[in-house]
């Protein structure tokens, strides 16, 4: 397993940038759901508490990408892999902006 990430390309970075978000806020955005489910009164004293809370879980799931990102650099010196992740964290920013300011 561990092998298979040590390679040097570009799709092993994007593959890496998006999961890694990815699974951070599945992860996030289901202990929120339990935190509702165990206390529903948190959404009637403040409904635009979800409207607020996408882009922010977004935003805090982009934060381990900056670690890898360093580890691929720096550690590695993997170029190619640290560009895909570049990238997908990239686009993972756009999609915050474009969440954030649409709603």
């Known amino acids: 397993m561990m092998e298979n990430l040590r390679k ?4 092993l970075g994007v593959l890496i940038g998006t999961i890694v978000p990815g699974v951070l806020f599945g992860i996030l955005y289901g202990i929120f ?25 977004i ?6 990408s900056v670690f890898i990102l360093r580890h691929y650099l720096l550690n590695l010196k993997y170029d190619k892999t640290g560009r895909g992740i570049l990238i997908s964290t990239f686009i993972l920013a756009i999609l915050f902006v474009v969440v954030q300011f649409s709603l």
Do not use: R
């Open 59 to 64: 935003l805090i799931a982009m934060i381990p």
């Open 33 to 57: 759901a339990l935190v509702v489910n165990a206390k529903p009164d948190i959404l009637l004293s403040n409904p635009n508490i979800v409207k607020n809370l996408i882009p922010k879980l």
């Open 8 to 11: 040097d390309s570009y799709f």
